[in-house]
């Protein structure tokens, strides 16, 4: 039996991999796939392959690119989801905040440096003609970190995946004032190097699974209302949300990864491009 670590974010995109593990799929396979919930999101992540405490990672497209790029001894195998991430803009429910516009030259809580939400960010600014050498950050961890930074004000706006975030805005914590969805494929499955080395037939055997059970996923019975009930959704917005997602089985391609290492070059947040080679494990 062979062990891998896994990592990615508690939300509903990841589902298919707990109805594969509690399948005993993995098992049947001769893996012991360990799956570990990081709700910090990428930039906790990135670091756990650096600091090998996680062997894969279910990660945003955009952060691990940035990350590789740095020196992340690690390659993307696969992109997982294709369709764009949709990052509501949220502020807290009670302030003065109206529109996009007023959080111009404003605070934005962030999970961590080189998250989604600070990339995303920039993303954002860029979208607006603002200026993105002015952008402020606040390091918050978590959801329940932003709550309490938008509440007492050591923020101004959170960036987070619209759907996950929705009851947040049901219950009135947040408002909801925009959308930002993502130019690219939003995750991506990483591996680090020396695992692929090692177990690469571990890791082909893991993506056959995974991109079995993805393509049927959408065709589970009642697949909206077990996803409703586990990420505490309402029934409508779970529909809405696997009508707007597409899981992928393919590899990133040459021209998505060019656009995106030239979208990441022109914000700053690389300072450099790299080879397809050197991000994108080729078979």
């Known amino acids: 039996m062979k062990t891998i670590k896994i990592a990615g974010v508690p939300e509903h995109f990841n589902f298919p ?10 098992q ?28 894969m990672a279910v990660i945003l497209t955009e952060g691990i690119i ?31 905040y109206k529109t996009l516009e007023d959080l111009e030259n404003k605070k934005a809580a962030i999970s961590r440096l080189g998250s989604g939400s600070q990339l995303m960010a920039y993303v954002n600014a860029s ?11 606040e390091i918050v961890n978590t959801i329940d970190g932003a709550v309490q930074a938008l509440n007492n004000g050591t923020a101004d706006y959170f960036m987070w995946e619209r759907f996950m975030t929705k009851p947040l805005v049901d219950n009135g914590t947040f408002r909801r004032i925009a959308d930002c ?13 020396q695992i692929f080395e090692e177990q690469p037939e571990a890791i082909t055997e893991i993506l056959r699974i995974i991109n079995q059970n993805t393509s049927q996923f959408k065709e589970i019975h009642s697949i ?15 529909q809405e949300w696997l009508s707007l997602t597409k899981w992928s089985q393919k590899q ?3 021209k998505m990864l060019d656009e995106i290492q030239n979208q990441l070059l022109e914000l700053s947040l690389i300072d450099k491009r790299v080879t397809f080679d050197e991000i994108v494990k080729t078979k």
């Open 28 to 55: 049947k396979a001769g893996i012991d796939l360990l799956w570990t919930n990081v709700p910090e999101g990428t930039g906790k992540m990135c670091q756990m392959l650096r600091d090998a405490d996680t062997d």
């Open 224 to 238: 909206d209302k077990t996803l409703a009930e586990t990420y505490h959704q309402q029934l409508k917005d779970i």
């Open 127 to 137: 979208n607006q003609g603002w200026q993105t050498e002015k952008l402020q950050f």
């Open 66 to 96: 940035k990350d590789i790029v740095a020196g992340n001894p690690s390659k993307i195998v696969q992109v997982y989801v294709e369709s764009a991430l949709i990052w509501g803009i949220h502020v807290d429910a009670q302030s003065e």
């Open 17 to 26: 991999w707990h109805l594969s593990i509690d399948n005993g799929e993995f």
């Open 181 to 193: 969805p993502t130019p690219w494929p939003c995750f991506v499955i990483a591996v680090r190097n």
């Open 252 to 254: 990133l391609d040459a």
